[in-house]
Structure formats: structure tokens, C-alpha cells
């Protein structure tokens, strides 16, 4: 997520009230959650292009294989076409999250750079007025946020899934553009969702490093309240960067956040007009080579799918 644009200003670094012990206590969550799920990797370097492939296997092993993700998994697998409906999902299966509704929002839409009036006209955010969207960022190398977000999301899909959640994604790359910051909130609060995750990748310069988990902060303006949800907001945040870290062994942002990896902010649509808890995650900054090296990469990119899908596991659980 590129910090320019509708929900993309320049944030204010604020210390967060637990600091880098939050984030080190999260991380001893029990892998177990989805520990019985194989994860096998092929190939894992990626590329600009996200060639990377990873396979998803769960028990028992007559269990069919994950649904494809614009040709990241693998080939035996069935392939889900995108519809009109990106926010429907199939029945879910039986396991300890059935009955649970997680909406995972990924950041930006592949389309959006194609049609700039419309995404650069203003919505309501309930504090002001922001633009619809923006086009996100990319690597040097032209590998772009909105791909990366759409593969890990595929890649959550299907893990949460597996766990028996109805799993919702408020686009699929199956509409011209958008959704607007306004429309992102309201999918996860039509769909009553038990916990939403909006997966981005930050554009900040090179030598910024990391990733950050941000957490909405108490408004009470215009269409925004937020009051109910920053405190189970902040339960899943926690939790999802505890096992990010642990996953991905990536480290907190050494740029916001003072090191502890969580940051409050009061001018995201995304956040301030969600009634349920929801949280964003920039997994990495796309313009520093080395955290590139990592967004494009198949393996990692399981990786981090896998990190933050235990995040959301932990925080239904309990």
C-alpha cells in the first residue's frame, strides 16, 4: 500500500501501549492452530511476474486439492473462476471455524490504473472525503501491490477454508475497478463478518524495511464509529502479527510503528466506516530490494498467507 492516495497519507508513528513485547508474546500463539495442514512448496523464488507455485494439502489425504489462484497453485487443483459475486463463497467444511464468516480485502484492483476518473472520485469516510482508490504500488520491477495482495488472499482462502470459515474477498479481480474505500467496509459489515483482514504492501523508500499491522483508532465523526470494534480489533491485530513473525520470520517495520509492529490510525475509510473487527497488514515494503525479494517469492508469499490465516484462527478461537 502506497502511502498516497485515499487511505494511503503519510501515518504518524505512535507508540504503541505494549511496544515489541506485544508482538514477541503473540508470536508463542501455538503453530498447532493449523498445524495439520502439509505445505508443500514448488519453486520458491518467484518473480516479477509471481511465477511461484505452492501446493495445499490437508488431512486426511483423499481430501481434494485448494482451488487455484490465477495459476499460483497447482495444476491438478480445480480452478474458481471469478464471478460478478467475488464475495460468494462455496459451502464451507466442517472444522473448528464452521460457522465463522472471515472477509479478506485485498488491497487495490489490478484494473484500477485503467480507469483513473473513477477512482479518484471522492467518497464519504465518515470523518471527510477521500478518493475512491488508488492504484497501489509495485517493485522496481513492475511486480504489482494488487497482484500480491490477490495471490496471498487466494493463498488465505484456501486455508481458512480448510478450517471450515466461509471465506469472503471483496474483489477477485472480477470487477473493472475498486471497490471504493467506502464499499470495502461496507462488504465486511453486510456480511456480518466475524473478522476481516485487508492485505496490502507498503511503497515507502528503500532501506524501510518490515511489516505493520494497523489497527483502527476510536472515532466518532459524521458515519464513523468506531468505538466497539478497536478493542477486538486490536486482540486480532496482535494476534495476526504475532504469527506473521513467527511464520515468515519477518521482522516488525523499522520505519512506523516503533518496532513493536502495530500502528493506530483514525484517517482510513477501510477502518473508520467497518462495524466489525477489521485490521490491515502491510506485509513488507515492495520499493526496498530485499523485502521485494520476499513479495515475490511463491514460498514466501505461503508463508505469509499461512502467518496471518493462524492470526485470524487464534483471534475466533479464543
Known amino acids: 500500500m502506497s502511502y498516497v492516495g485515499p487511505d494511503f497519507e503519510p501515518p504518524q508513528p505512535r507508540r504503541s501501549r505494549r511496544g515489541p513485547l506485544t508482538v514477541a508474546l503473540a ?5 498447532a492452530l493449523l498445524g495439520w495442514l502439509v505445505y508443500e512448496t514448488v519453486g520458491g523464488s518467484g518473480d516479477a511476474g509471481g511465477s511461484g507455485q505452492a501446493t495445499v494439502r490437508s488431512s486426511p489425504p483423499s481430501a481434494p486439492d485448494a482451488p487455484t489462484d490465477d495459476g499460483k497453485e497447482p495444476s491438478a487443483s480445480p480452478t474458481r473462476k471469478p464471478t460478478a459475486s467475488s464475495t460468494s463463497a462455496p459451502a464451507p467444511a466442517s472444522g473448528p471455524l464452521k460457522g465463522k464468516v472471515v472477509v479478506i480485502d485485498p488491497g487495490h484492483n489490478p484494473e484500477n490504473f485503467q480507469h483513473p476518473s473513477e477512482i479518484n472520485r471522492k467518497v464519504n469516510i465518515g470523518t471527510n472525503w477521500k478518493e475512491c482508490d488508488t492504484t497501489g504500488t509495485s517493485t522496481n520491477d513492475g511486480y504489482t501491490e494488487a497482484k500480491f495482495t490477490l ?3 487466494h493463498r488465505m482462502r484456501t486455508l481458512l477454508e480448510e478450517q471450515g470459515a ?28 466475524d473478522a476481516v483482514v485487508s492485505v496490502h504492501a507498503d511503497g515507502s523508500g528503500a532501506g524501510n524495511r518490515g511489516f505493520h499491522v494497523i489497527l483502527p483508532g476510536a472515532v466518532h465523526a459524521g458515519a464513523a464509529d468506531t468505538r466497539a470494534i478497536v478493542a477486538p480489533s486490536r486482540d486480532l491485530g496482535e494476534r495476526v502479527a504475532g504469527r506473521f513473525v513467527a511464520v515468515t520470520g519477518s521482522a516488525p517495520s523499522n ?15 477501510g477502518l473508520n466506516l467497518s462495524t466489525v473487527p477489521k485490521v490491515f497488514i502491510e506485509c513488507g515494503n515492495m520499493r526496498d530490494s530485499k523485502d521485494a525479494a520476499l513479495l ?7 508463508k505469509a498467507a499461512q502467518g496471518i490465516s493462524e492470526g485470524i484462527v487464534s483471534f475466533l478461537r479464543g
Open 166 to 193: 466461509t471465506v469472503k474477498l471483496t474483489q477477485d479481480a472480477d470487477r473493472p475497478y475498486g471497490p471504493c474505500v467506502d464499499e470495502r467496509a461496507r462488504i465486511g459489515n453486510e456480511a456480518k463478518a
Open 255 to 269: 520505519y512506523v510503528g516503533d518496532g513493536g509492529g502495530l500502528v493506530t490510525r483514525k484517517d482510513l475509510g
Open 296 to 302: 515475490t517469492s511463491g514460498a514466501w508469499r505461503q
Open 27 to 31: 508470536a508463542l500463539v501455538p503453530g
Open 151 to 153: 495471490d496471498v488472499a
